[in-house]
């Protein structure tokens, strides 16, 4: 195993000592690195969040503030423990709420004693690129030393022999679809390279490789029980089952069928408006696209062309094409945003994980999985909701089946049978076929009790719930401090819960939104 290298010396101003030469009399006193690296992390942290941070609007961050100092907080204590790979999780979470380039040097360090060189080399070119001039003509020509030092560790992999659109994955992380734009970068050691595809079988192989190896991997997709080759290359189905069309290699919902999901979004989604963490997104009549609010990770900059659904996460927003395939936008470090190659009827963005309902009914989720949460079960589904850290979806049979952390009963349903779910931040809510509302989990402020009567749709934020009540009225329970659970008048036919706030689609479709407007989210844009 290669043994990193001692940390860059840090020139801090701390007092009577340096950090530079605090980290020199650890190295003297004959510390390991890892412990170095830990007095950095910890003097880094107090710069990491300056008096006026990088947010999108730094004059109001305050909350972004404490909220990064909390994930610097649990970072060094992570480090102090020997979890420097939970540290770069929040160190990277402290980062997006407040970025500052000081901490992608963190970042870099913790790679490094990782032995993971094309992580390092990325976080501390990326400290070069935004510190620009703040940082010192000298401790630029140390970084740039280190990132040359990690490249030498640092192999190139070609990949070659798939069909266009098979999705690549390089030790189970998604590298993206065939033909690749470039070579995928690789550490020293073994790799397990593999690629699936719709109507293929999938298909792996080990590859051993040094420091600056360029080798090309050549990898073969046979086609799968069902399909058959059609003499070009291409692995085309046999036959597809009652209510779906063939088209290619892939069975898509018959127009007007009872499979028809992508037409017709099931009950309980949002499809034409969602509010995320700071932005909101809204599916126009013509199947376009619009955001606004927060856009620090491009997740209101949609793309364009023909939608059915869209969804907005924490930083990241994903829609669902006309034609059954998803796109996703915005933050994409825990691949939240890196949909599977397939046809979907549904799709919903969580926290950092998404989750979609695939044309078959089974389900496919994507990103951050530390709980589980991207881990669905076994069974076919008519729709599904991505919450913070757990997941619910609505099976074929009505029942509710969820996913993810489940301390505190968030992932527990009652029984019986639903038409639609929404999972928020700590809770849950789901309408029940007779139209009433049930909601589990946290129930601080009182999100998790629904008023009396019948609904049409439930949406749950992180700390309030709002719900379309089936005479057209919006109604919303939880916490009433931002304005968020207190709607307007009129009628809607779509409501979504953000973190602090809520936007709605009024029935003339018109667009209203209520509750913190800090960032813009609730200043939806003239119809």
Same mark, same amino acid.
């Given at each position: 195993?290669?043994?990193?290298?001692?940390?860059?010396?840090?020139?801090?101003?701390?007092?009577?000592?340096?950090?530079e030469?605090?980290?020199?009399?650890?190295?003297?006193e004959?510390?390991?690195?890892?412990?170095?690296?830990?007095?950095?992390?910890?003097?880094?942290?107090?710069?990491?969040?300056?008096?006026?941070p990088?947010?999108?609007?730094?004059d109001?961050?305050?909350?972004?503030?404490?909220?990064a100092?909390?994930?610097?907080?649990?970072?060094?204590?992570l480090?102090?423990?020997?979890?420097?790979?939970?540290?770069?999780i929040?160190? !990277?979470?402290?980062?997006?709420?407040?970025?500052?380039?000081?901490?992608?040097?963190?970042?870099?360090?913790a790679?490094i004693?990782?032995?993971?060189p094309?992580?390092?080399?990325a976080?501390?070119? /990326?400290?070069l690129?935004?510190?620009?001039?703040?940082?010192?003509?000298?401790? /630029?020509?140390?970084?740039?030393?280190?990132?040359?030092?990690? !490249?030498?560790r640092?192999?190139?992999?070609?990949?070659?022999?798939?069909?266009?659109?098979?999705?690549v994955?390089?030790?189970?992380?998604?590298?993206?679809?065939?033909?690749?734009?470039?070579?995928?970068?690789?550490?020293?050691?073994?790799?397990?390279?593999?690629?699936?595809a719709?109507g293929?079988d999938?298909?792996?192989?080990?590859?051993?490789?040094?420091?600056?190896?360029? /080798?090309?991997?050549?990898?073969?997709?046979?086609?799968?029980?069902?399909?058959?080759?059609?003499?070009?290359?291409?692995?085309?189905?046999?036959?597809?089952?009652?209510?779906?069309?063939?088209?290619?290699?892939?069975?898509?919902?018959?127009?007007?069928?009872?499979?028809?999901?992508?037409?017709?979004?099931a009950?309980?989604?949002?499809?034409?408006?969602?509010?995320?963490?700071?932005?909101?997104c809204?599916? !126009?009549?013509?199947?376009?696209?619009?955001?606004w609010?927060?856009n620090?990770?491009?997740?209101?900059?949609?793309?364009?062309?023909s939608?059915?659904?869209?969804?907005?996460? %924490?930083?990241h927003?994903?829609?669902?094409?006309?034609?059954?395939?998803?796109?996703?936008?915005?933050?994409?470090?825990?691949?939240?945003?890196a949909?599977?190659?397939?046809?979907?009827?549904f799709?919903?963005?969580?926290?950092?994980?998404?989750?979609?309902?695939?044309?078959?009914?089974?389900i496919?989720?994507?990103?951050?999985?530390k709980?589980?949460q991207?881990?669905?079960?076994a069974?076919?589904?008519?729709?599904?909701?991505?919450?913070?850290?757990? +997941?619910?979806?609505?099976?074929?049979?009505? +029942?509710?089946?969820?996913?993810?952390?489940? %301390?505190?009963?968030?992932?527990?349903?009652?029984?019986?049978?639903?038409?639609?779910?929404?999972?928020?931040?700590?809770h849950?809510?789901?309408?029940?076929?007779?139209? +009433?509302?049930?909601c589990?989990?946290?129930?601080?402020?009182?999100?998790?009790t629904?008023?009396?009567?019948?609904?049409?749709?439930?949406?749950?934020? /992180?700390?309030?719930?709002?719900g379309? !009540?089936t005479?057209?009225?919006?109604a919303?329970?939880?916490?009433?401090t931002?304005?968020?659970?207190?709607?307007?008048?009129?009628?809607?036919?779509?409501?979504?819960?953000g973190?602090?706030?809520?936007?709605?689609?009024?029935?003339d479709?018109?667009?209203?939104?209520?509750?913190?407007n800090?960032?813009?989210?609730?200043?939806?844009?003239?119809?």
């Amino acid at each position: 195993m290669l043994t990193p290298k001692t940390p860059l010396n840090v020139r801090l101003d701390c007092g009577k000592e340096s950090g530079e030469a605090q980290a020199r009399t650890m190295q003297k006193e004959g510390h390991e690195m890892v412990h170095v690296l830990k007095k950095i992390i910890l003097v880094l942290a107090m710069l990491a969040i300056p008096a006026g941070p990088a947010f999108a609007r730094a004059d109001s961050a305050a909350k972004a503030r404490a909220e990064a100092k909390k994930h610097f907080d649990r970072a060094m204590e992570l480090n102090n423990d020997g979890q420097v790979a939970e540290a770069i999780i929040e160190f !990277k979470r402290a980062y997006e709420i407040a970025p500052h380039h000081t901490v992608l040097y963190n970042l870099g360090q913790a790679y490094i004693t990782l032995a993971k060189p094309v992580e390092a080399v990325a976080a501390l070119q /990326r400290y070069l690129d935004e510190g620009g001039k703040a940082i010192k003509p000298a401790r /630029r020509a140390e970084v740039e030393q280190e990132i040359a030092r990690q !490249k030498t560790r640092i192999a190139t992999l070609e990949i070659r022999g798939l069909p266009d659109g098979a999705r690549v994955r390089v030790n189970g992380v998604d590298a993206g679809k065939a033909p690749l734009g470039k070579p995928i970068l690789v550490g020293i050691g073994d790799h397990v390279v593999s690629a699936t595809a719709e109507g293929y079988d999938p298909a792996e192989t080990k590859v051993t490789v040094a420091g600056e190896d360029r /080798r090309t991997v050549e990898l073969t997709l046979n086609c799968a029980h069902g399909t058959h080759n059609d003499g070009g290359g291409t692995c085309v189905r046999v036959g597809c089952a009652s209510g779906y069309r063939l088209a290619g290699a892939q069975c898509l919902p018959e127009s007007g069928s009872s499979g028809d999901k992508s037409s017709a979004p099931a009950a309980g989604n949002s499809a034409t408006i969602s509010s995320g963490r700071y932005h909101t997104c809204r599916l !126009k009549e013509d199947g376009t696209i619009v955001c606004w609010g927060v856009n620090n990770h491009g997740q209101a900059t949609p793309p364009a062309g023909s939608f059915a659904t869209v969804s907005a996460g %924490y930083w990241h927003t994903c829609g669902l094409r006309s034609d059954g395939t998803i796109a996703c936008w915005g933050f994409n470090d825990d691949r939240e945003a890196a949909p599977p190659a397939a046809t979907f009827a549904f799709v919903s963005a969580g926290h950092w994980h998404t989750c979609g309902v695939k044309s078959d009914g089974n389900i496919a989720c994507w990103g951050y999985n530390k709980y589980g949460q991207a881990t669905p079960p076994a069974g076919t589904f008519a729709s599904v909701s991505a919450g913070a850290d757990h +997941t619910c979806g609505v099976k074929t049979d009505g +029942t509710i089946a969820c996913w993810g952390y489940k %301390y505190d009963g968030r992932t527990t349903p009652p029984a019986g049978v639903f038409v639609s779910v929404s999972a928020g931040g700590s809770h849950t809510c789901g309408v029940r076929g007779d139209g +009433t509302i049930a909601c589990w989990g946290d129930n601080t402020g009182g999100r998790s009790t629904p008023p009396g009567g019948t609904f049409a749709t439930v949406s749950a934020g /992180r700390s309030h719930t709002c719900g379309v !009540k089936t005479d057209g009225t919006v109604a919303c329970w939880g916490d009433h401090t931002s304005g968020a659970a207190t709607p307007p008048a009129g009628t809607f036919a779509s409501v979504s819960a953000g973190v602090s706030f809520t936007c709605g689609v009024k029935t003339d479709g018109t667009v209203a939104c209520w509750g913190d407007n800090e960032y813009g989210q609730c200043r939806p844009p003239a119809r």
